[in-house]
């Protein structure tokens, strides 16, 4: 293992690590002592590192995924994007005739009233 870099394990390896030691701890301390006790929270600590593995794993997964065209799900395509925009573009357009359709109606109301 020549010049391996623990550092460049990422979590899901440094969860491995953890897993083999917490492994290792609980049957050393079930063998030494014979406390069941003990080796139950070791036991439960391995749990919980086995669920945040499961998690780092899940977590990984959600990230690589790809669509058809090779672009990460998890990332905003940008087709979308300009989709956005141009809606917010359309809504901004439409709010204006909006307020403009409602000037002119009061106007109206106005020149009515005066009649």
């Given at each position: ?13 440094a969860?491995?690590i ?6 290792l701890?609980v ?14 929270r070791w036991?439960?600590?391995f749990a ?5 593995h ?10 690589s995924?790809?669509?058809?065209e090779?672009v990460?799900?998890?990332?905003v395509r ?7 925009v ?15 359709m409602?000037m002119e109606?009061?106007a109206?109301?106005?020149e009515?009233?005066?009649e």
């Amino acid at each position: 293992m020549e010049g391996v870099d623990l550092t460049s394990l990422g979590t899901g390896g440094a969860v491995g690590i953890a897993l083999v030691i917490i492994f290792l701890l609980v049957k050393h301390v079930v063998a030494r002592t014979g406390n069941d006790r003990e080796a139950n929270r070791w036991k439960d600590l391995f749990a919980l590192v086995r669920q945040i593995h499961h998690w780092d794993r899940d977590l990984h997964d959600w990230h690589s995924a790809t669509d058809a065209e090779g672009v990460k799900i998890w990332y905003v395509r940008r087709s979308l994007e300009e989709a956005i925009v141009k809606l917010a573009e359309n809504i901004d357009k439409q709010t204006e005739i909006l307020r403009q359709m409602h000037m002119e109606f009061i106007a109206l109301q106005r020149e009515k009233t005066k009649e």
